[in-house]
């Protein structure tokens, strides 16, 4: 792969993202995730390509016919481009539907085949792809944190090609004479990410005379760095406020709104608190601004939220009936 055309530019990509990472993750193997699809396999040559020791993961979902047999012919391409590489077959259940539930078991697996504590985990989404999420996070009302897309690096995570467009891999794949596999769940119009890109992202690339896509991933990063300001502020404002496993309501008074829901999810994630929305932080809030001491916020987890004596802490719900989440700003006791 030489430095130039579309296989050029992902092998740039790739390597810049790997020379910012930390020492310890840059000197281990890296485990690049494969489907097979022009995204994943230009990643996994480019990372062949810049000299890296290049090991794979095809995780075979189970959720199509003959995805075994698939994952097993992107196995072996990618043996044949010189990457040790191996086939994963997970089990798609739980909570959330089959999109939510395959990318638990996806991710799971990826992080079990990694072929060190510090790899890096190599994921091939792209400039478009980050545009699809930041579209959903406004569709879906869901705050900053999710319009501010995905992270380049969160360990162990890396997604070198976030300023990469889809087309590029694409034509990457073919310079290289690398084959595809087109995923039929790919132009499934029943998922919503998939209407997006065929039908909504198309429409606004049209009305607005092109480059929404890369106008969104910039949107995105823009978002990212006012995120990590205000969580770095907010961090500071923890150290101050807990207590124990309790946080004292003294030192988030007069603090802005969205510094201190931060502190509260800073805190409630740390006490083991998961899945929190934006629904549970305004709750938590109103129980930092308004009395009197009372319990019954309701958390993810069979948890609840107290506040007593000038402080909140979190205990598992009691047995008494408790009003709904929604309900908890009208409650005095």
């Known amino acids: 792969m030489n430095g130039s055309g579309a296989a050029g530019e992902v092998r740039r990509a790739v390597l810049a993202a790997h020379r ?13 995730a494969c489907s097979g699809g022009a995204d994943s396999l230009a990643l996994a040559a480019a990372a ?4 890296l020791r290049v090991h794979a993961a095809v995780v075979d979902h189970g959720l199509q016919p003959g995805s075994a047999r698939q994952a097993a012919i992107t196995s072996d391409a990618l043996v044949g481009l010189g990457v040790v590489s191996a086939v994963h077959a997970i089990k798609v259940d739980g909570p959330g539907g089959p999109e939510a539930a395959a990318r638990r078991g996806r991710y799971a697996a990826l992080r079990a085949a990694r072929p060190h ?30 319009i501010a897309g995905m992270r ?16 590029v891999t694409v034509a990457a794949c073919a310079e290289l004479g690398l084959t595809a ?13 998939v209407r997006l890109r065929h039908e909504v992202l198309p429409l606004m690339e049209d009305v607005l005379a092109g480059g929404v896509a890369a106008a969104l991933a910039r949107t995105a990063a823009q978002l ?12 500071e404002r923890l150290d101050e406020a807990v207590d124990g496993n309790t946080v004292l309501l003294a030192p988030l008074v007069g603090v802005p709104a969205a510094v201190r829901r931060r502190v509260l999810r800073l805190w409630l994630v740390d006490r083991g608190v998961s899945s929190l929305t934006d629904l549970h932080l305004r709750a938590a809030e109103r129980y930092v601004t308004e ?11 069979g948890l609840e939220l107290v506040r007593e004596r000038g402080r909140l802490a979190v205990r598992p719900v009691s047995r008494a009936p408790r009003p709904p989440l929604e309900d908890v700003s009208r409650v005095r006791r």
């Open 181 to 193: 596999w087109q995923d039929p769940h790919n132009t499934d119009p029943r998922f919503t990410r």
């Open 20 to 32: 910012a990472l930390p020492a310890a993750n840059r000197a281990a193997p890296v485990l690049v």
């Open 291 to 301: 009395g009197p001491d009372r319990g019954g916020a309701a958390l993810p987890g």
């Open 117 to 146: 504590p510090d790899s890096p985990v190599l994921l091939g989404h792209t400039l478009d792809d980050q545009a699809e999420t930041v579209l959903l996070g406004l569709g879906r009302g869901s705050g900053p944190r999710s």
């Open 48 to 51: 062949v390509s810049a000299g």
């Open 224 to 235: 990212r760095e006012d995120a990590d300001a205000l969580d770095a502020i907010a961090a």
């Open 152 to 167: 380049e690096w969160d360990e162990p995570w890396l997604r070198p090609l976030l300023g990469v467009p889809r087309r």
